[in-house]
């Protein structure tokens, strides 16, 4: 308890959830412990509070999910709230009607958006001239729902965080690279990206993240891995150059061979899933069945979203605090 005269140090609220880097290291481990929080309720007794009761969160979707739409929708539903789904075809973001149109239109009706979208600058523009908080469902750029989730799951898993070496195989430009690379800065990891030559990151934006990064095209990069992390070779809308990244990313692959030369027999294997097994992972090491093969953690992290977006939902449309 603080003493008399002592100031509490109050963790900012967020306007938006938009990508990993605009959090502060507080702010991220609030929302961590949040998730933690409303997981435990949930479990403990079957239910969460209503803080979200008479809420409703519109969620606009360019691209198609499973994870994202079901467990946003579930999240609403668990906290007292509501939520619509509203498919590219019916709002036509940027073609039928501006972002900054639809944010103000939408504003009127509903207490939040979500939005999974092509280009990044959509889900700035539904927060720069909306007046209810944005949440980025995944964009060209960044998938930050997904990293806080596997933030969470590895915190759930192994409890301490600090020094752990994530390292991140494939294409490591991506959306999900992205936010991994953001978020393990956040909490002290260790992050290795291992991916040749044109799916390496952006330099810029290593250098804005806080994370301690290595890059390199060499599978020895693997070697003492504590997490191997990797996703699809072809993201959404790369469908035309899926021929070429399969050719340029094929020895990237995490399978068995690949587990063993971690040198780690209990290594977490991590994909945010959907997966093109066969491609970037096979079956073996995505089921965690059979001799080197890590321990898969998947469907954890599957499961995790649920509760790592009712946190973001808590806090931006319910008023909870992070601290
Ligand atoms: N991982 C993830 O975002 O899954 P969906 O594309 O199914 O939402
Ligand atoms: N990088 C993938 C992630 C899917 C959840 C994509 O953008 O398609």
């Given at each position: 308890?603080?003493?008399?005269?002592?100031?509490?140090?109050?963790?900012?609220?967020?306007?938006?959830?938009?990508?990993?880097?605009s959090l502060?290291n507080?702010?991220?481990w609030?929302?961590?412990?949040?998730?933690?929080?409303?997981?435990?309720?949930r479990?403990?007794?079957?239910?969460?509070?209503?803080?979200?009761a008479?809420?409703a969160?519109a969620?606009?979707f360019e691209?198609?999910?499973?994870?994202?739409?079901?467990s946003?929708?579930?999240g609403m539903?668990?906290?007292?709230?509501?939520?619509?789904?509203?498919?590219?075809?019916e709002?036509g973001?940027?073609?039928?009607?501006?972002?900054?149109?639809?944010?103000?239109?939408?504003s009127?009706?509903?207490?939040?958006?979500?939005?999974?979208?092509f280009d990044?600058k959509?889900?700035?523009?539904?927060?720069?001239?909306?007046?209810?908080?944005?949440?980025?469902g995944?964009?060209?750029?960044?998938?930050p729902?997904?990293?806080?989730?596997?933030i969470?799951?590895?915190?759930?898993?192994?409890g301490?965080?600090?020094?752990?070496?994530?390292?991140?195989?494939g294409?490591?430009?991506?959306?999900?690279?992205?936010?991994?690379?953001?978020?393990?800065g956040?909490?002290?990891?260790?992050?290795?990206?291992?991916a040749?030559v044109g799916y390496?990151p952006?330099?810029?934006?290593?250098?804005?993240?806080?994370?301690?990064?290595t890059?390199?095209?060499?599978l020895?990069?693997?070697?003492?891995a504590?997490v191997?992390?990797?996703?699809?070779?072809?993201?959404?809308?790369q469908?035309?150059q899926?021929?070429?990244?399969?050719?340029?990313?094929?020895?990237?692959?995490?399978?068995?061979?690949?587990?063993?030369?971690?040198?780690?027999?209990?290594?977490k294997v991590?994909?945010?899933?959907?997966?093109?097994?066969?491609?970037?992972?096979?079956?073996?090491?995505a089921?965690?069945?059979?001799?080197?093969s890590g321990?898969?953690?998947?469907?954890?992290?599957?499961?995790?979203?649920?509760?790592a977006?009712?946190?973001?939902?808590?806090?931006?449309?319910?008023?909870?605090?992070?601290?």
């Amino acid at each position: 308890m603080p003493s008399a005269g002592q100031k509490i140090t109050e963790i900012p609220a967020l306007a938006h959830f938009l990508d990993i880097q605009s959090l502060t290291n507080e702010q991220f481990w609030g929302l961590l412990h949040l998730a933690r929080q409303l997981k435990e309720e949930r479990l403990r007794t079957g239910r969460n509070a209503p803080i979200l009761a008479g809420k409703a969160l519109a969620m606009i979707f360019e691209k198609p999910s499973l994870r994202t739409r079901v467990s946003f929708e579930m999240g609403m539903q668990h906290l007292g709230g509501h939520a619509l789904h509203l498919s590219s075809v019916e709002v036509g973001l940027g073609k039928r009607e501006s972002a900054p149109d639809i944010a103000r239109v939408l504003s009127g009706y509903v207490d939040g958006i979500m939005a999974r979208v092509f280009d990044h600058k959509h889900v700035l523009e539904l927060a720069e001239w909306g007046s209810v908080p944005v949440i980025n469902g995944l964009s060209d750029l960044s998938h930050p729902c997904q990293a806080l989730t596997d933030i969470f799951t590895l915190w759930e898993q192994l409890g301490n965080l600090t020094g752990l070496t994530v390292v991140y195989i494939g294409d490591g430009s991506n959306n999900v690279a992205t936010s991994l690379l953001e978020a393990g800065g956040k909490v002290g990891m260790v992050m290795r990206i291992v991916a040749p030559v044109g799916y390496q990151p952006d330099p810029a934006l290593i250098a804005q993240t806080d994370a301690d990064v290595t890059v390199t095209d060499d599978l020895d990069g693997v070697i003492g891995a504590d997490v191997l992390y990797t996703d699809v070779w072809t993201s959404m809308g790369q469908e035309a150059q899926h021929a070429r990244h399969v050719a340029d990313l094929s020895a990237y692959q995490i399978n068995a061979q690949l587990v063993a030369h971690t040198r780690n027999h209990d290594v977490k294997v991590m994909h945010c899933l959907p997966a093109h097994r066969g491609e970037e992972i096979t079956d073996d090491i995505a089921d965690g069945v059979g001799a080197n093969s890590g321990d898969s953690l998947l469907f954890a992290q599957a499961h995790n979203r649920l509760h790592a977006q009712k946190a973001i939902l808590a806090h931006l449309l319910g008023g909870v605090p992070l601290g």
